[in-house]
């Protein structure tokens, strides 16, 4: 053979296996980057892409209507279980996160055996970061978010704290200051507004990230959360005024706080779009359990028309805003009756990211919604756990239609329909007149028939509450609901249906028999920030 077939036949094998290369390229897009937002005690009627007559939220709109609005979506009901199944993929009963929150007292916290979505995605090439709330324990510096898988933490370790001081008030006797720049604290802060230092923080990592890498950035407000006892409900005057139309004054504080909220999700959009990264990016809004309605918390938050707040098992302390957006989604505009669980996004997400859910090993709750969510194909999952706290005597189960409820937190307090605060009637138009400011980076606005539509999907009506409903059900006795038909719960059919109380009432038992021990511990007084620089700061 001469030497010019040679080099021919050697000329298009090398050209073949460039082509093999450059098409395996087109195939595997980088992966996207994933920006979490995790809202604290947004109520179910605190957002109006779910129809809220009284706080527009225009942004936070913009993103839903364009993407996947989860209208039959669940949370644990209340901060520390909720971000622990978050976090971990896994039930609290499975972590042993099922009772309470951890106060900033004591000592214990998410199990360090347990490997967070942080670590996860890190092994598949992203870069983590976490702005805002951590509350999975704090005692001592393993337990932090900087030794748990994130490169950096702007942000506090308790529950809640003011919004200018930053300091967090865990009893009248035990009050510290906590915000801080991974391990240091950041006095620096005080006087600043939690919302804009935590959004500022935000759009930082994302003008500095370097692009060659996937970001998994959790950004994880205060928002709408209380403050401290003294002064519950804080927002800039500026903001406030925004809503003179709403007469009572904790209801029109709080939508301050809503508005700031909205702001902050617009920020951030707008931040990933100027630095090229929007196209390529995965956006989750959540609350991380129901609003602190009925002066819960002395806070101002609205889940009408479902019934209960934070801390019950009712469809308003469970049922959660949420909504997916993604140009990656292959579909939009779409209002999901999927039934979907918190402990989900773990595999969701990795599984968005390229990796094999396999990968994350034996334990996961959770369920890989990612393809399923781009579709219109039937949700996998066909149960959630919500709680089962043997401490309180309280537990939870959806199987199906049908929803099981066993005993009541606070007395049955909580356990009412609460309307908004107010002392008029307010009726805003489904279409938000105000529009929003990522309409420009989102492809324009959409029409108010569709937005009017897709508000009417969204929305839950259940006609006045009957006179009998709040007696229906004895909390000695399990107590059935059709959530299907009666989303709010009026109407206990338990006695009408033995037979799916018996069947719920087996799941029941079974996912007790493979719960572990609650990991709470009683408080440590070594922990008092007096101890500390009137700070809060691990002390093991």
Known sequence: ????????????????????ILEGTRLKPPPPNIIFILADDLGWNDVSFHGS??????????????????????????????????LTGKLPIHTGMQVDVIYGNQPYGLGLSEKLVSQHLNDIGYVSHIVGKWHQGFFRKEYTPT???????????????????????????LVGFDMRRNTTLAWDTVGSYSTKLFTDEAVRIIERHDRTKPLFLFLSHLAVHAGNSYDPIQAPASYVDK???????????????VAYLDESVANVTLALAS???????????????????????????????LKGTKDTLWEGGVRGSAFVWSRLLRRSSVISTQLMSIEDWLPTLYSAAGGNVSDLGPGIDGIDMWDVLGSDSPSPRIEV??????????????????????????????????EPLRKEIVRRPF??????????????????????????????????????ASKSCNPAFPCLYDVLSDPCEFHNVASDHKDVVAQLLDRLRFYRSTAIPPRNRPPDPDSNPTKHGYAWVWWE
């Open 385 to 418: 756990l919500h709680n089962i706290d043997d401490v309180r005597n309280v537990s939870a189960i959806r199987v199906g239609n049908y929803k099981l409820v066993l005993g009541r937190t606070y007395g049955g307090r909580f356990d009412g329909w609460f």
């Open 431 to 468: 279409g938000i007149s105000e529009g929003s400011v990522l309409d420009s980076v989102l492809g324009g606005p959409l029409t108010e028939d569709r937005v009017n539509e897709l508000r009417r999907a969204a929305l839950v009506e259940c006609g006045p509450v009957p006179a009998n």
């Open 1 to 20: 053979m001469s030497s010019q077939w040679v080099f021919l036949l050697f000329f298009l094998y090398f050209c073949g296996i460039v082509a093999d």
């Open 147 to 173: 030794y748990r898988g994130f490169c950096s933490h702007f942000g506090y370790y308790c529950g809640h704290q003011d919004y200018y001081t930053h300091t967090a008030e865990e009893a009248p006797e």
């Open 53 to 86: 007559d009284q706080i527009p939220t225009p942004n936070i709109d913009g993103l839903a209507d364009r993407g996947i609005v989860l209208n039959n979506y669940y949370v644990t009901p209340i901060c520390s279980p909720s971000r622990s199944a978050l």
């Open 243 to 257: 809503f003179t139309y709403i007469e009572n004054e904790r209801r029109r504080k709080f939508a301050g706080v």
């Open 275 to 305: 630095n090229g990264m929007l196209d390529n990016s995965i956006i989750v809004f959540t609350t991380d359990n129901g609003g602190a309605a009925g002066g819960f918390n002395n806070n101002a938050a609205s889940n009408w028309p």
